[in-house]
């Protein structure tokens, strides 16, 4: 069964300054849901809050109309996180890096098979450009088990050759297949690489004075402060 | 998570070293220095290792949170084997 993630009128206040006023949304597995805001907007912040990391001062999320707190999400592996800074331990082999993530042989081979994945196997992740970083990092975490997954800037620092793996991989991952009677993932994602994400997006959201609105094109995005 | 673990303890060994040695001159023996060594590692070295692990590699969390360990989880896990290795060393070094 396709599951829906619904979050309704998430509030965020730091001290005196309130960040995010009333965000609301809905994400169902199959489907790309971009976040557009300009820097400062509170698009980190509301990840990082749909994740479990960050307290909001006001949220109510659900899963197919079931209530999940918060605290709930990373240890029942709901969300699956890309953040923006990198995470994978510097002095690990690529190689090595990835039974942490996918003991299961078969698991391990879908990443190994992955393009450019084979050329960096034998490398440290500390000598990873940023690029193949992120890249790979974009890997390990789409491949968890999540129904959902949480994107912040994938394509900050990629090259175009990556850029067009990564979309097409992402899209792979909100398609059917005949093994699968739901698809993999719902995705929401951020970045401002907005035509790239324009590309891969089902839908559109433009955070504006902390308040979430719907946007359908570059002239909505312009029209919302978002683009000139 | 062993990653976890074995980072967080190579700072609580690091610490657990450097404040005992800094205390060396207060004890009249070896066991009683090593007594004491041991008890920092079990019970206030793993904290320290653990703030260690939050100043240099904070990042690294997302990864064990994407694998479904919350920090709390994480810190208790590695707290748990410390003290649990502590205290069969204190056990052994008050037999001697």
């Keep these: 069964m396709k599951k829906v993630l619904q979050l309704r009128h998430v509030q965020k206040r730091f001290g005196k300054k309130e960040v995010l006023k009333n965000v609301s949304f809905n994400v169902a597995q199959g489907e790309i849901l971009s976040v557009f805001g300009r820097n400062g907007s509170g698009k980190s912040t509301?990840?990082?809050?749909?994740?479990?990391?960050?307290?909001?001062?006001?949220i109510h999320l659900e899963i197919n109309g079931k209530h999940i707190p918060p605290k709930k999400v990373i240890p029942n592996q709901l969300i699956g996180y890309l953040p923006q800074d990198n995470f994978l331990p510097r002095h690990l082999k690529v190689r090595d890096v990835i039974p942490l993530f996918h003991p299961d042989g078969d698991d391990q081979d879908l990443i190994?098979?992955?393009?450019?994945?084979?050329?960096?196997?034998?490398?440290?992740?500390?000598?990873?450009?940023?690029?193949?970083?992120?890249?790979?990092?974009?890997l390990l975490v789409a491949h968890l088990n999540h129904p959902f997954l949480l994107l912040d800037e994938p394509f900050s620092m990629i090259e175009p050759l990556y850029k067009e793996v990564i979309k097409e991989f992402l899209l792979s991952l909100t398609e059917t297949s005949s093994a699968q009677v739901s698809p993999k993932k719902g995705i929401l994602l951020t970045d401002h690489y907005y035509r790239d994400v324009l590309d891969i997006s089902d839908r559109n959201?433009?955070?504006?004075?902390?308040?979430?609105?719907?946007?359908?094109?570059?002239?909505?995005?312009?029209r919302m402060g978002y683009l000139k | 998570m062993w990653t976890y673990y074995r980072d967080v303890t190579l700072y609580t060994l690091a610490i657990t070293l450097l404040t005992s040695l800094a205390s060396v001159a207060m004890y009249d023996s070896f066991s009683a220095g090593l007594f004491n060594a041991v008890l920092i590692f079990g019970v206030f070295g793993t904290g320290l290792g653990v703030l260690a692990f939050n100043y240099f590699q904070k990042a690294q969390y997302y990864m064990y949170h994407n694998l479904g360990f919350t920090k709390t989880d994480l810190i208790m896990r590695a707290w748990f084997v410390n003290l649990a290795i502590?205290?069969?060393?204190?056990?052994?070094?008050?037999?001697?």
């Design chain 1, 112 to 138: 190994f098979r992955a393009p450019f994945v084979e050329r960096i196997a034998t490398r440290k992740i500390g000598t990873l450009s940023l690029g193949e970083l992120r890249y790979f990092e974009l």
């Design chain 1, 205 to 222: 959201l433009v955070l504006v004075d902390g308040v979430s609105q719907t946007a359908t094109s570059v002239e909505d995005l312009k």
């Design chain 1, 46 to 58: 509301l990840l990082k809050i749909l994740f479990g990391t960050l307290k909001a001062t006001k």
């Design chain 2, 86 to 96: 502590a205290i069969i060393l204190l056990v052994i070094i008050s037999l001697f």
